[in-house]
């Protein structure tokens, strides 16, 4: 059992080294869901596509084949593509089931799957039908195969047509964003391509980085959160002239937004200062947005003031865009690892993904007619004091569980209050302590001076993982906590303090 590489199914899809998953390997998982999207699914067929990791064409390659031969149809988007483009993609073909081949932000010999069901319902563990991923996994253990019987393999290039839409939808037309000076980094991922193509229609003032795709990755981890990673981008930004900047991840799917000074804005608050103009999308009252549990309480008011409610959610793309198909109330979601996420309307139906080319091209075009509501958005985050998610790795996962449930235990003995549920009753698989404000914010909410929020939560696509955040009313309360866990989670064996 153990050479079937079972790590690799992880929470939210599949993820793992490329070595230990072979050519046999991977041809066995692709039987396994070939059975699934035909038998369990009904799909007419799988659409394809694959990131700038240098395995995807091969692993593509093996599983298209492998769903043809099952007789199911194949339609390959050419190419390296970014995650975005790929779920528009789906969006255009809703009877196909959907398969993304890549990684993300992890290291470049790392590969992975995300997996879409008809309607881009997003397949997970404990998410889909007959348990989604946990029947894959079940179909791969058991050796699933079907009869053979060819199905055809077709190409679909969307790339003019997801260029339109996220412009049209962002309210970006040709030359509209003529003498904005912007600077973006791709880390030589998948996002370069798109992004370079629909800022140049808008007449944006481009300066492109490291825009070729290229899966060596040599910059490092294509992740925008590691310094040695984005620096070369930074000492550009700093040595230039420039409004803002963006910076991606492997995959195209995150986006960290900086001022031309250099100084980050946190996805929370990012989100508050394009929140109007989303909303202009969603009239009508009773609307709301989600918002992961290590956003900053400030900047959730500030959602709160465009007059809609917000609620906490667990972390997870695949959890997410689940919730928000389940509730068709909540239109949005941000997390703070720079995911936005929203319930697009494509051929009159409803699809709730991300699309991060038009949520950089919205952002721009809010960052040069509304200024002053990005100003205030860093205003506000100067009020506050962030140490941003790190992580330690443990030698197993009992030692992992202790030191969390130590954690917990010292700032509950300070005084916290701990959360670990949705108000849905799901569970945040993470938990949030707050001290000195409540669990549910609302525009007008009061905070005390010391306010502090702690998070927690065990990674879901890294081994041994536990990660950590905290946001504070101030910066020496922020340090403070930040030490104490350090302190802790030394006494249970972790490793050198993770960024990623």
Known sequence: MNDLNLSMF???????????????????????????????????????????????????????????????????????????????????????????FGA???????????????????????????????????????????????????AYDPTEEYLAYSMNLAGVEE?????????????????????????????????????????RFPLGDPNPVKAKVIREGL???????????????????????????????SSSFAYAAILPEIKKHFPGAGMGVYADLKSNPLALMEMARCGVSVSVIRN?????????????????TVEESAHFYEAFTHGGQRFCTENTLYTALLAARAWKETPERFDRMFELQARTAREREWGYKFADDAQRSAALDAVQAHFEAKGTATLSRMSNGYDLEATMMRRGLPFSI?????????????????????????????????????????RDITAIVQRFGAGEEYQG
Request: aromatic share 8%.
């Open 10 to 100: 992880r929470a939210y899809d599949i993820r793992t080294d490329a070595a230990p998953l072979t050519d046999a390997l991977a041809v066995r998982l692709a039987c396994a869901e070939a059975v699934y999207f035909r038998d369990t699914l009904g799909a007419a067929g799988v659409l394809v596509a694959h990131d700038a990791r240098s395995t995807g064409p091969r692993y593509l390659q093996l599983a298209a084949d492998e769903y043809a031969r099952a007789g199911l149809d194949v339609t390959v988007v050419p190419g390296v593509c970014s995650t975005s483009m790929f779920y528009f993609s789906a969006m255009t073909r809703p009877r196909l089931a959907a398969v993304m």
């Open 104 to 154: 993300s932000h992890n290291p470049a010999n790392d590969t992975g799957q995300k997996i879409l069901g008809p309607g881009v319902r997003p397949i997970a563990e404990h998410i889909g039908p007959e348990g989604g991923l946990d029947r894959i996994k079940e179909l791969y253990i058991g050796g699933a195969s079907l009869p053979k019987a060819q199905g055809r393999i077709t």
């Open 175 to 215: 030359g509209s964003l003529a003498g904005l000076s912007l600077l973006q980094d791709y880390l030589n991922g998948a996002a370069g391509r798109e992004m370079m193509l629909a800022f140049g229609r808008a007449g944006a003032d481009l300066t492109p980085l490291h825009f070729t795709a290229d899966g």
């Open 235 to 265: 000492e550009t930004l700093a040595a230039g002239r420039f409004t803002l900047a963006n910076f991606f991840d492997g995959d195209g799917d995150r986006i960290d937004f900086y001022r031309g000074d250099g100084t980050y804005l």
């Open 316 to 332: 997870g793309h695949s959890q997410i865009k689940n919730a928000l198909f389940e509730n068709a109330a909540q239109f949005g």
């Open 442 to 482: 609302e525009a007008d909410t009061a905070t005390a001076a010391d306010w502090l929020q702690v998070c927690q939560r065990i990674s879901q696509s890294e081994d041994s993982l536990a990660r950590w955040e905290v946001v504070a009313a101030e910066a020496d309360i922020a340090a403070e906590a930040k």
